[in-house]
């Protein structure tokens, strides 16, 4: 795993993102797109994953494109991530897409991140929702948030993010003090950009709000 620093190298919040390797320019814009809502001063970490669909899985499953499996190896992600976490300071993790989904799951292994931005996280991931329910998070801070075409998808698989994301938030409801579901316009594709910075900075924000 590659990391990518960007941000105030100073600051006492710092955001981890898994990305993939090609998206440092997609980055920068979030970096930018994040301080235009929110005024905390912080540190971002990409953390470049070189298997998407194994790196970031939390259990294998069948695949949903192709023939590849997802090859469940979200654990040995989050410790390399854990091992370049800065003391001392308060981390929120996130990112989009299967990314988002990983950063819930991995604040149900560990209370190292205060918040999690999960920007149309995959929540049709095989078994999550029950997991999520057996296995609370532990963090102060979540933002969910969903194209609202994404549960048309052709995909019966991906068809069902909009009902498990719904799922999803009720349990987060009972979990954690801050947490949110908004709903942008577009399938999974339309901005992801904008959608992750938005998930960030409303972490920050509450976090903030919170005193934290």
């Given amino acids: 795993m590659d990391f990518r620093d960007y941000g105030d190298a100073d600051a006492k919040s710092v955001l981890l993102m898994p990305s993939d390797p090609r998206d440092g320019e997609m980055t920068e814009n979030i970096v930018r797109l994040i301080r235009e809502r929110s005024d905390v001063p912080f540190r971002m970490i990409e953390c470049v994953v070189k298997d998407w669909d194994g790196d970031l899985s939390p259990w294998t499953a069948p695949p949903v494109f ?16 854990l091992r370049i976490c800065p003391e001392g300071n308060m981390i929120v993790l996130g990112g989009y897409s299967l990314a988002g989904l990983f950063a ?46 994404e549960e048309k ?60």
């Avoid at 560990?110 to 609370?136: E, I, K």
């Fill in 66 to 81: 192709g023939k590849e499996p997802f090859g469940g190896n979200a654990k040995e992600t989050l410790e390399k991530i």
């Fill in 153 to 212: 998808a052709k995909n019966p698989v991906m068809a069902t993010v909009g009902d498990r994301i719904r799922e999803g938030y009720g349990i987060l409801k009972e979990q954690v003090g801050a947490v949110t579901l908004e709903w942008n316009e577009g399938n999974h594709f339309r901005e992801p950009d904008v959608r992750t910075a938005k998930a960030f900075a409303w972490v920050l924000n509450a976090l903030k709000d919170a005193g934290s």
């Fill in 104 to 149: 819930l799951w991995a604040a149900t292994e560990t209370d190292r991140f205060s918040g999690v931005a999960a920007a149309s996280p995959s929540m049709w991931f095989p078994g999550f929702t029950d997991h999520l329910r057996n296995h609370p998070v532990k963090t102060r801070a979540v933002c969910l948030s969903l194209g609202d075409r």
